[in-house]
């Protein structure tokens, strides 16, 4: 029996999301449905949802989005003991267009000096990531501010050395970053650290300077990472060990994508949850391309990841040896 307090613990940045309710240029929307955002918070809901008890450590401003948020994490059981609320900053925000046909959607980001964006070191409550028994960590936190870095990297450390699992998703965000080197440096210092590393092939080819996935996970395998799962959009996905155990995941096929945004998220979820619960690798991948595959079907980022009896029953239609429409 596991006597943790919590499964998981994340930190990153939440957003009040507004999502257009007709297609088109986001200057000539006139409405828009509210959702709440941040790639951390995403996993941190989708690993609730599947039974597993989360907890999400950030900031947020005293005002109507942050209050949102916090109404999200409660209805959704996420454990928010570790977040401040900022009464000098903000909670940032950000607009997004509906997409059609597959298409990525346009998003726009007002979240410049936000509350997030000031996380730091002191932020790190040692009892409350002692109570987890993973960390999960994304590059959108890190790539928030230096404190925001140095407080995953921090944590990142700390968790290893006190004998936690990490994973991490590199969930890039260049604009964010001075320069693509430093994003480069400062991630993979991240993923080093990590036992499980999920990036997409396009992610891997920037951060290792490979093309295949092989090599891409190669790469991380020779630093002393454990597990390496590299997302290849409609291939599924390609996973190596630091035990030269591979293999290929063909994806889900889908009849309708409404919204590829949170896809990443989505795969994040299916993993690290069969991890945890101690399912094969090969199952763990096919969770995962099965919970992002559910998440692009619907509108917002976390609206589509699946209840633990939604898990279990719909994966219990698929066929192992196929790639079935989903959807």
């Not at 267009?97 to 070191?121: C, I, M, Q, W």
């Not at 430093?182 to 080819?205: C, D, I, S, T, Y």
């Amino acid at each position: 029996m596991n006597n943790n307090k919590l499964d998981v613990v994340t930190l990153g940045e939440a957003m009040m999301m507004f999502v257009a309710t007709k297609a088109g240029e986001l200057h000539d929307v006139e409405n828009f449905v509210r959702r709440a955002a941040g790639a951390e918070l995403n996993v941190a809901i989708g690993l609730s949802r599947i039974g597993l008890r989360s907890g999400w450590v950030s900031r947020l401003g005293n005002d109507s989005f942050g209050r949102f948020i916090q109404s999200t994490l409660e209805k959704e059981n996420v454990d928010y003991e570790c977040v401040l609320i900022d009464a000098e900053h903000p909670t940032g925000f950000q607009l997004k267009s509906k997409a059609e046909n597959g298409t990525d959607p346009t998003v726009e980001y007002f979240r410049k000096g936000s509350a997030a964006s000031h996380l730091d070191l002191t932020d790190f409550n040692e009892d409350y990531f002692i109570s987890a028994r993973h960390l999960h960590l994304s590059g959108v936190a890190a790539a928030l501010s230096s404190t925001s870095y140095q407080l995953s990297l921090y944590a990142a450390k700390w968790m290893r050395n006190a004998g936690k699992t990490l994973s991490f998703d590199p969930n890039l965000r260049p604009s964010l970053w001075k320069s693509e080197a430093e994003m480069v440096e400062q991630l993979n210092q991240l993923a080093f650290h990590a036992n499980w590393v999920l990036p997409g092939l396009k992610e891997g080819k920037i951060l290792t300077g490979y093309d295949k996935p092989e090599d891409i996970a190669d790469f991380y395998l020779s630093q002393g990472v454990d597990v390496v799962v590299i997302k290849t959009g409609e291939q599924g996905a390609y996973y190596k060990t630091s035990e030269n155990q591979k293999g290929i995941v063909p994806a889900l096929r889908v009849k309708h994508v409404v919204d590829t945004v949170g896809a990443g998220d989505g795969f994040a979820v299916g993993v690290i949850s069969a991890l945890l619960e101690g399912e094969p690798l090969q199952r763990a991948v096919e969770r995962g391309n099965f919970v992002g595959a559910r998440a692009i079907q619907v509108i917002g980022d976390s609206e589509g990841l699946p209840t633990k009896a939604q898990l279990q029953q719909e994966m219990s239609l698929l066929s192992p040896s196929t790639s079935p429409v989903f959807g």
